[in-house]
T-cell receptor, first 113, second 112 residues
Framework: EAQVTQNPRYLITVTGKKLTVTCSQN?????MSWYRQDPGLGLRQIYY???????DKGDVPEGYKVSRKEKRNFPLILESPSPNQTSLYFC????????????FGPGTRLTVT | DQQVKQNSPSLSVQEGRISILNCDYT??????FLWYKKYPAEGPTFLIS?????DKNEDGRFTVFLNKSAKHLSLHIVPSQPGDSAVYFC???????????FGTGTRLKVLA
């Protein structure tokens, strides 16, 4: 089954404790992206990757890091999480960048206390 | 600066009637637009898209209209079904780039 998987699905952590949210896709897609969803703000793009070892910033990259060492994986790293990073995070992939539709993962709900 | 706006946070429609969801944008460089549907506890799923060279695209019960002069697009669902109850996001992009701008979403409730 073609899918995007994210782990963990739920995470509660404390300020400053480094964490990684993993994202994996099995569709051999070149393009992957991370979004956060917040009430009243919709989905905002954090980082995206056009292919292995090629990444770039989206609209809200501050406080996040990403890496793309393999085509299928695109982890999101929070080196020092803060409460304003409490959000619902989605990973997505597509066969290319715009204008192709993206396939989204199920989401990771992160709470930083 | 919200480049893609969905000014109606929610909409209720009777089953069988038409649902019209609206989206406005400010960036004239956008040339590709997409609609996604999102159920609770799931990721968004692609619904329908339109290129700026067209003014209409249909897929079954779903039709997207684009008015470039007004920088406005709308999604029509006819007939609406209870299973269509979800949050709908419009998104815009400049073709050939890798950035997407999403709206804030409209929650549609279809009443049986």
């Amino acid at each position: 089954e073609a899918q995007v998987t994210q782990n963990p699905r739920y995470l509660i952590t404390v300020t400053g404790k480094k964490l990684t949210v993993t994202c994996s896709q099995n569709m051999n897609h070149e393009y992957m992206s991370w979004y956060r969803q917040d009430p009243g703000l919709g989905l905002r793009q954090i980082y995206y990757s056009m292919n292995v070892e090629v990444t770039d910033k989206g609209d809200v990259p501050e406080g996040y890091k990403v890496s793309r060492k393999e085509k299928r994986n695109f982890p999101l790293i929070l080196e020092s999480p803060s409460p304003n990073q409490t959000s619902l995070y989605f990973c997505a992939s597509s066969s290319h960048g715009a204008p192709y539709e993206q396939y989204f993962g199920p989401g990771t709900r992160l709470t930083v206390t | 600066d919200q480049q893609v706006k969905q000014n109606s946070p929610s909409l209720s429609v009777q089953e069988g009637r038409i649902s019209i969801l609206n989206c406005d944008y400010t960036n004239s460089m956008f040339d590709y637009f997409l609609w996604y549907k999102k159920y609770p506890a799931e990721g968004p799923t692609f619904l329908i898209s339109i290129s700026s060279i067209k003014d209409k695209n249909e897929d079954g019960r779903f039709t997207v209209f684009l008015n470039k002069s007004a920088k406005h697009l709308s999604l029509h669902i006819v007939p609406s079904q209870p299973g269509d109850s979800a949050v709908y996001f419009c998104a815009a992009s400049v073709g050939g780039t890798y950035k997407y701008i999403f709206g804030t979403g409209t929650r549609l409730k279809v009443l049986a």
